[in-house]
């Protein structure tokens, strides 16, 4: 089944101690995402890459690193977790369209809901 | 900068009847328009989307859009509700030039009622 995997889905942790959220698609897409998700903000964008090794920021990416060494996982790393990055995180992928247009129909992950005390 | 507006955080709508969720953009250059929706406690599932052609675009479970570009919008529809569409709708969009990212609104919430 093609698909977007995140772990954890729940992750409650203290301010300043570094986590890892996991993600990983089976579809062989070059194109991957991570947005969070805002009461009253919708998806805002953190960091997106267009294929391994190419990552770039998005609209928010104070606070926030990720890494693409192969093409189905995009790792997103929080090294010192505040609390206003208490939030829903999605991932997603697509298949890439290269250095143009926007990227195609997008498949996103089931969220990790994550709380920073 | 680009931009996408979803005027209306709630519509309610009673099952039977037809509805309709409302979406603006502003990018540079022709538009890529899509819908996703959001079912409780899960990931945004596509719906449909705008790349070029036909102004009106049919996607799953009944919805469709139309694309204006006089007014450029790109509002969702259908021509009769079911509870199980309540959920939460999100618009996005992007431009055709040069490197653009995809822009999402802040989502518009569908209430259903039987």
């Known amino acids: 089944e093609a698909q977007v995997t995140q772990n954890p889905r729940y992750l409650i942790t203290v301010t300043g101690k570094k986590l890892t959220v996991t993600c990983s698609q089976n579809m062989n897409h070059e194109y991957m995402s991570w947005y969070r998700q805002d009461p009253g903000l919708g998806l805002r964008q953190i960091y997106y890459?267009?294929?391994?090794?190419?990552?770039d920021k998005g609209d928010v990416p104070e606070g926030y690193k990720v890494s693409r060494k192969e093409k189905r996982n995009f790792p997103l790393i929080l090294e010192s977790p505040s609390p206003n990055q208490t939030s829903l995180y999605f991932c997603a992928s697509s298949v890439g369209r290269g250095s143009g247009p926007p990227p195609d129909t997008q498949y996103f992950g089931p969220g990790t809901r994550l709380t920073v005390l | 900068a680009q931009s996408v507006a979803q005027p209306e955080d709630q519509v309610n709508v009673a099952e039977g009847n037809p509805l309709t969720v409302k979406c603006t953009y502003s990018?540079?250059?022709?538009?890529?328009l899509f819908w996703y929706v959001q079912y409780p406690n899960r990931g945004l599932q596509f719906l449909l989307k705008?790349?070029?052609?036909?102004?009106l675009v049919k996607g799953s479970y009944g919805f469709e859009a139309e694309f204006n570009k006089s007014q450029t919008s790109f509002h969702l529809k259908k021509p009769s509700a079911l509870v199980s569409d309540s959920a939460l709708y999100f618009c996005?969009?992007?431009?055709?030039?040069?490197?653009?990212?995809?822009?999402f609104g802040t989502g518009t919430r569908l209430l259903v009622s039987p």
């Open positions: 996005a969009a992007g431009g055709n030039t040069g490197f653009q990212k995809l822009v």
């Open positions: 990018v540079s250059g022709n538009p890529y």
């Open positions: 890459s267009m294929n391994v090794e190419v990552t």
């Open positions: 705008y790349i070029t052609g036909d102004n």
